[in-house]
């Protein structure tokens, strides 16, 4: 397997989940890591690079964690096909590491003789030998390579130790293969596993448990009462940190690009380029990036969760909650990922061994508010709410999260009836890993990544839509002397957006939403984020740097807006519609097309985006309908 | 400490046994996880999911799942 020197070699790491793969991938790699996907499956390739002390270059691919190579789930069908080569697009690596959580060997080992018997060159990255010493485990790595007839690089890759050692293993010429064999059968490798922990890693005599600092933790937070209250308590914390946090970030982008927009209006002539760029671009697209602070703070704490161990923690205690509507404690992790993203928290389904269990979350995981929407809730409980303490208004998007989360579980228990049973029953399993200091460089990069993600896709899909947007409000252009040529609001009415939004108003109606904001609905189906900059656009608000009178205008321009008979259009009871809407209502095409991989069925994407669709409609128009009827304006 | 063998679902909170067999059909994800014979194991806790302690790495394991998990006295 060895390549000419002139070119790259692919390394692979492997290893159990919470062995530290990733940890020493960033280490190995730090900013030049990219993700993409394999082919024909949308399963994250990490891919990086890094260079050995003799100066090769070297690529790295992060496969995805997995216990054995007899794979059950999605992502372990992965790694497995990667390492034996029969995965499209992508060569047999040539070497392997194999990264083993030093405390864990007689779990994990089995991996690594699994990898052995592939015949590929294996170097076996001995993590967490801190806390394998302090849990009792007597290492000797010279014995265990001798035993396993590869090199052992031992590790605390949270630490950076082991890194440059590791490096040193993988220079040219790389690993001889391991001259040892073994009956590669279940019975056989246990036996071998045996041997190898009787010299290399035994336990002392006082391994027995003990109570560490983890269990401490542990007996708060995953007991029956002090563990719920303390997940609520984050939970909201989390959305309070959402609002307050964000207020003068957001504050800042605000003042940005309303001073580009006076810029603009003081450099350029009056005219039609002019309005493009500073109603259209600058308008627009500052509507959707002053998201961009509160957005960076939901992956912060959805990160830290995951990163110090708390996540598992809320999976066992959401198991007993999940279990009731069909599904368990492991649809925790993809539905909380959904917050953030629902195409990341779909993937993360192909951890859920249950096929049944994979098939429903994906189907109900577009219900748990997304990132996306977050500006359209933000500005709707201001308008709602308006002047209320930080609290009420985390509390009030507390209460929308929660209703996006419920119907998603009373779906998921309706389903669970319709759907055929598994043919091989699976239960609930879940490793607690120890509680971790928080990687706060790791963090950062990841938050770094989301929303460079999220300011490309501002910068072309946004900055698409919002042209466009500008466009259909803009032309055709009234007449010269005519009313609609004195009147902002008139020749808005007559452009084609404003006929656009006449034709699809007796649907609208119905909802409580006039015309304006029904194109805004129909526009947010292309991207939830452009709701607010229509907004802006077809009240043709004007940017002012005073940020309160700004949003007081829209806010007044909503308020004042009547039908033609002179009832006021956005009462209390018309955003409550429009909440209830955008909680529902399937808006993400993106997500369609991975939901349509991931199930490997047209159908069932399309079932669920005119379904979710209906039901957001039927739902609105439930609110707004039966709230008149009970008197509420 | 009863001598004979029982199940990890049966035996109390905070002791520590040895697991000698697999009973049932789900024996598979066990082996998955890296239980196998011989193993000791803590038990933690009881309840709807049963918290266990074995080769340093603590493990939620589902009641009927541990109900396939025999074991004796260390």
Redesign the interface.
Known sequence: MITDSSESNTVALVGNPNAGKTTIFNALTGQSQKVGNYSGVTVSEKSGKFHTPDGRKMNLIDLPGC??L?P?SVDEKIAASVLMGSQAGEKVPDVVVCVV?A??????L?LVLEVIELGLPTVLALNMVD??ES?G?RLDTALLSEELGIPVVPMQANKGKGIIELKQALRMPLPALSKHHWDAT?EGR?SKI?VIIEAAARRSDS???SHTT??KL?SWF?HPFTGWLSFIVIMLSVFWSIFALSEAPMGMVEEAFGGLGNWVNSVMPEGDLRSLIVDGVIAGLGGTVIFLPQIMILFFFIGLMETTGYMSRAA?LM??VM?KVGLS?RAFLPLLSSHACAIPGIMATRTI?SAKERFITILIAPWMSCSARIPVYTTLILLLLPGVSFLNKALMMLGIYSVGIITGFIAAKVLRTRIPADKE??????????YRAPQIGYLLRQIASRAWSFLKRAGTVILGLTILLWALQTYPKPDEGTAAAEDSALALEQSFMGMAGKTVEPVMKPLGYDWRMGTAVIASFAAREVFVSNLMITYSIEEDDDEDKMNQSLRDKLVASTWPDGRKIYTPLTILSLLVFFIYALQCLPTTVVVMRELNSKKWAIYQLVGMSAFAYVAALSVFQIGKLLGFE | MAKETQTLTSVAAGD?WRISAFVG??CK????????????V?K??NG??I?C??????????R??ADQVLVIPV
């Open positions: 216990l054995s007899t059950v959580d405390s864990s060997l007689e779990r994990q089995r806390m394998a849990g485990v279940y246990m045996g391994d027995e448990y983890s269990d542990d995953l066992y198991d007993g279990t404690g061994p029953v699976s239960h609930f399993m879940l490793e607690l890993p120890s | 520590t059909g789900e994800q066990l082996r998955e996880m890296g239980f196998c014979e011989k193993l000791k803590t933690l806790s709807r999911n918290i302690f074995t080769c340093g790495t603590k493990l939620v394991l589902n009927k799942l």
